[in-house]
């Protein structure tokens, strides 16, 4: 099992209920919002089900760590930093914390010091191909699977 990152392109006009249901129990409320999830069929099907707003692919233990410590906050929006991390779970470092999140060991959204989300920034050079298209029309939308990391330097 491994961890995905599924990632917010497009807003709230002009989408059904059930879809914008699916996106709140993701806790992807706005655009360019991040969360790293685990490949289990459940989150998979919700994911599915979503695949005309978001874009979704396989991550690192790399990847999440540039995550936790470049976009990552605490409750309160302060940085995330190993001194936080060694007091808020049983890991000392953001390393050991990303490696975990990972295996699937714990979940990012289960630690109450810290947001569940990562906000990021709309991605440099802008999205290929629109955001009205899937990734296999070239577009931005739908699994982008090891393609994914590219995207997320782009848009930390």
């Known amino acids: 099992m491994a961890a995905i990152a599924v990632i917010r392109i497009r807003g709230h006009?002009?989408?059904?209920?059930t879809i914008e249901d699916?996106?709140?129990?993701?806790?992807?409320?706005r655009t360019n919002h991040c969360v790293v999830?685990?490949?289990?069929?459940?989150v998979i099907g919700m994911v599915h089900k979503a695949k005309d707003y978001v874009t979704w692919?396989?991550?690192?233990?790399?990847?999440?760590?540039?995550?936790?410590?470049?976009?990552?906050k605490m409750v309160g929006d302060k940085p995330i930093t190993d001194a936080e991390v060694a007091k808020a779970t049983e890991y000392k470092t953001i390393k050991e914390l990303a490696a975990a999140i990972h295996?699937?060991?714990?979940?990012?959204?289960?630690?109450?010091a810290f947001t569940p989300i990562f906000r990021l920034n709309p991605p440099r050079k802008g999205?290929?191909?629109?955001i009205k298209r899937s990734v296999q029309a070239?577009?931005?939308l739908g699994n982008r699977g090891k393609e994914m990391p590219k995207l997320l330097t782009r848009m930390i």
């Open 103 to 112: 295996a699937g060991k714990i979940k990012y959204s289960k630690i109450e």
């Open 138 to 140: 070239h577009g931005s």
């Open 37 to 42: 999830l685990q490949d289990t069929p459940e």
């Open 127 to 130: 999205f290929k191909g629109g």
């Open 57 to 72: 692919g396989e991550i690192t233990v790399e990847d999440v760590e540039n995550l936790i410590r470049n976009r990552g």
């Open 22 to 29: 699916t996106m709140m129990n993701l806790r992807l409320t």
């Open 13 to 17: 006009m002009r989408i059904k209920q």
